[in-house]
C-alpha cells in the first residue's frame, strides 16, 4: 500500500493509510478491476474530506491507473543537447522509458545515448541507416515502442524547445482516461512562445489557423510537436496511410486521430528555440502541409464529411 493517505477517516497519521482508505483500495483489488477516474475521484474526497488533486503530498495520480510511457526522441545531430536531455527526462520521470530513433547522426548522437543508457537504464537506440525524415522516425518509435506493450507514447524534440518539466502535465489527461491524445498548445491560454519574430509568429498563427478552419477540428495548435498518444488510439490509426514529414505528419495524425473517435485536449506549453545545433525544419515541410491540409480539407467537403471536432 502506497503510504500517501492523510488519515481524514481511519485515524492514521499524515503519510499513512487510514482504515477506510485501506477498505477503498482492498475493495478495489477483490474487485479486480478499476474504477473510472471520476468515480475513484468523488470517492477519495470523501475519504478524505478534500480534493484529491489537493491532497498534501501532492499525489493523487498514485490513484489512477499507472501508464507506462515512452518518450520517443528523433534525433539527428542533437551531439550537443542528447545527455542533458535524457537526464532531464529521467530526473522527471523516474519510470518512464525513453526511445533514442537517431539518424546515423554523423556528430556521434547515437553512442552518446548509448552510453548514457548503460548509466541510467530505461533508455533505448533505434539506429537507423539514413536521414528519413521525423514522420517516418515517430511511425517506427510508435511501432517499437506498441510491440512492447507500452501504455503511451510520448513526441518530443530532443533540443529543449519542449520543456521536459511538462511531461507530467501532458501525460496526465491519458493517466486519468481524459483524452487519447493531449497536445501540448502554444496557442491556448496559458501558452507562449517567448522569443519568436512576429513574421514568424504571424506564419505559425496563420497556419494553425487555415487548418483548424478547413479541417473543423477543434485544435488550436495541430502542428506542434509536443504530444502524448494513448496506446489505445494508435493501434486503430491507418499508420500505413500517413506518409507527411515535419508540420504536415501533426497535422496528419491529428486528423486521423479526429477521424477515429478520439478524445482530443490541448494543454498548455512554453515554446522556446533551441539553444545548441540547428533546426532541421525546411520550406519544403511547411508546403508540404499546406498542401496536405488543403486537399484534405476539399476532399472532406466534396464527399459531405466531417471529422468528430476535438474537445
Not at 499525489?59 to 491507473?65: G, K, T, V
Not at 542528447?82 to 546515423?104: F, K, W
Not at 548503460?118 to 511511425?139: D, F, P, Q, T
Not at 486503430?236 to 497535422?251: C, K, N, S, T, W
Request: glycine content about 12%; some cysteine.
Amino acid at each position: 500500500m502506497p503510504g500517501w493517505g492523510n488519515g481524514a477517516l481511519g485515524g492514521a497519521e499524515p503519510g499513512g493509510v487510514g482504515e477506510a482508505e485501506e477498505a477503498f483500495w482492498a475493495s478495489g483489488r477483490l474487485a479486480g478491476k478499476r474504477l473510472s477516474a471520476k468515480v475513484e475521484r468523488s470517492i477519495l474526497w470523501v475519504i478524505w474530506g478534500m480534493d484529491p488533486a489537493a491532497h498534501p503530498c501532492g499525489l493523487y495520480s498514485l490513484s489512477i491507473r499507472s501508464v507506462r510511457a515512452l518518450i520517443v526522441l528523433p534525433t539527428y545531430d542533437e551531439a550537443a543537447n542528447i545527455a542533458r536531455m535524457l537526464e532531464a527526462i529521467r530526473s522527471v520521470l523516474p519510470d518512464g522509458e525513453v526511445l533514442v530513433v537517431d539518424d546515423s547522426s554523423p556528430d556521434g548522437t547515437a553512442e552518446i545515448a548509448e552510453v548514457i543508457a548503460g548509466r541510467l537504464g530505461g533508455i533505448h537506440v533505434l539506429r537507423r541507416s539514413a536521414k528519413s525524415g521525423l514522420g517516418s522516425a515517430y511511425r517506427d518509435g510508435f511501432s517499437w515502442g506498441l510491440e512492447r506493450g507500452f501504455d503511451a507514447l510520448v513526441e518530443m524534440d530532443a533540443d529543449f524547445s519542449h520543456d521536459p518539466g511538462q511531461l507530467p502535465l501532458l501525460l496526465a489527461p491519458i493517466q486519468e482516461g481524459r483524452a487519447e491524445l493531449v497536445i501540448g498548445s502554444r496557442y491556448v491560454q496559458g501558452g507562449s512562445i517567448p522569443n519568436w519574430s512576429i513574421p514568424r509568429l504571424a506564419l505559425s498563427r496563420s497556419g494553425n489557423a487555415y487548418s483548424k478552419a478547413l479541417l473543423s477540428l477543434g485544435v488550436s495548435d495541430m502542428t506542434s510537436g509536443f504530444r502524448a498518444y494513448a496506446a489505445s488510439l494508435l493501434t486503430r490509426l491507418p499508420m500505413g496511410e500517413v506518409r507527411a514529414d515535419g508540420y504536415g505528419f501533426q497535422i496528419e495524425m491529428v486528423y486521423f486521430a479526429a477521424k477515429a473517435g478520439a478524445k482530443i485536449v490541448e494543454t498548455p506549453i512554453r515554446f522556446v528555440d533551441r539553444a545548441e545545433g540547428y533546426s532541421k525544419m525546411s520550406g519544403r515541410t511547411i508546403v508540404e502541409a499546406l498542401a496536405l491540409v488543403t486537399w484534405w480539407g476539399l476532399r472532406d467537403r466534396l464527399r459531405g464529411l466531417r471529422p468528430k471536432r476535438a474537445g
